[in-house]
Nanobody
């Protein structure tokens, strides 16, 4: 079965950086995009960033554009999220996801078939 295992979360001061990692296994991910989502306390889960597994096209939420970078290592089946210039409002549980995205698609919709990781906590102190 598909497994997505996140790591790299923690506590960081505002303005600092963290790098999240996601180890993916259980299937081939051609026709999939890998994404990061987050859920803050009392809020719905929201899209953060995604990368097409084959074509490498990327897409970011406006709130993280220019601060976050998503990348992948196909050989190691890893996905990364480099987070710079962190703000207290970035505090959330961050989830790795794999969603169906044929061709070079990278946009996520809630109806898309998606696998989810268990999440990793990121806390940004002011």
């Amino acid at each position: 079965q598909v497994q997505l295992v996140e790591s790299g979360g923690g506590l960081v001061q505002a303005g600092g950086s963290l790098r999240l990692s996601c180890a993916a296994s259980g299937r081939t991910f051609s026709n999939y995009a890998m994404g990061w989502f987050r859920q803050a306390p009392g809020k719905e889960r929201e899209f953060v960033a995604a990368i097409n597994w084959i074509y490498g096209s990327t897409y970011y939420a406006d709130s993280v554009k220019g601060r976050y970078t998503i990348s992948k290592d196909n050989a190691e089946n890893m996905v990364y999220l480099q987070m710079n210039s962190l703000k207290p409002e970035d505090t959330a549980v961050y989830y790795c996801a794999a969603f169906y995205a044929p061709g070079n698609r990278v946009y996520y919709t809630p109806e898309t078939s998606t696998y989810w990781g268990q999440g990793t906590q990121v806390t940004v102190s002011s």
